[in-house]
């Protein structure tokens, strides 16, 4: 399975909502996203939320990709194709996966830029 092809098919969904980066001491129940490594609580949690949140650090100001495909398993560069075409941009990213898809987090002020390169590979943008 060739990761360029599944790009070109795909749909990029850009969320309306702006999502910070949080690490906190407890679980956040409508968090977007938790991770628990065992060493520290990351979530993933829409702005709007930060002031009912008590974080030990926050990073503020990003936007959701979402690529609205369902990536199977056996599909091998998918991500690694899209944070080169970004990396190239100089866009950081903030990369998570589900079962069937991924989402990249970019800052707000590398969104266009992240958007235009995503579409240059040949995903449709949609926009929330």
Same mark, same amino acid.
């Given at each position: 399975?060739? /990761?360029?092809?599944?790009?070109?098919?795909?749909?990029? #969904?850009?969320?309306?909502? @702006?999502? +910070? !980066?949080?690490?906190?001491?407890? $679980?956040?129940?409508? &968090? =977007? *996203?938790?991770?628990?490594?065992?060493?520290?609580?990351?979530?993933?949690? $829409? #702005?709007?939320?930060? +002031?009912?949140?008590?974080?030990?650090?926050?990073? /503020?100001?990003? !936007?959701?990709?979402? =690529?609205?495909?369902?990536? /199977? =398993?056996?599909?091998?560069? =998918?991500? &690694?194709?899209?944070?080169?075409?970004? +990396?190239?941009? #100089? !866009? %950081?990213?903030?990369?998570? %996966? +589900?079962? %069937?898809?991924?989402?990249?987090?970019?800052? #707000?002020?590398?969104?266009? @830029? *992240?958007?235009?390169?995503?579409?240059?590979?040949?995903?449709?943008? @949609?926009?929330?």
């Amino acid at each position: 399975m060739d /990761p360029h092809a599944v790009l070109a098919e795909s749909v990029v #969904e850009v969320a309306p909502d @702006r999502y +910070a !980066v949080v690490t906190t001491d407890q $679980r956040i129940g409508d &968090a =977007f *996203a938790t991770v628990d490594d065992g060493r520290e609580l990351t979530h993933v949690v $829409r #702005e709007d939320r930060l +002031a009912n949140v008590e974080t030990r650090r926050a990073e /503020p100001g990003w !936007v959701l990709l979402t =690529f609205d495909a369902d990536l /199977p =398993f056996e599909l091998v560069g =998918f991500l &690694a194709v899209v944070a080169t075409a970004l +990396a190239d941009e #100089e !866009v %950081s990213i903030f990369a998570l %996966s +589900a079962y %069937s898809t991924d989402h990249v987090l970019v800052k #707000e002020a590398d969104a266009d @830029r *992240a958007v235009e390169t995503l579409s240059e590979l040949g995903c449709g943008i @949609r926009r929330r």
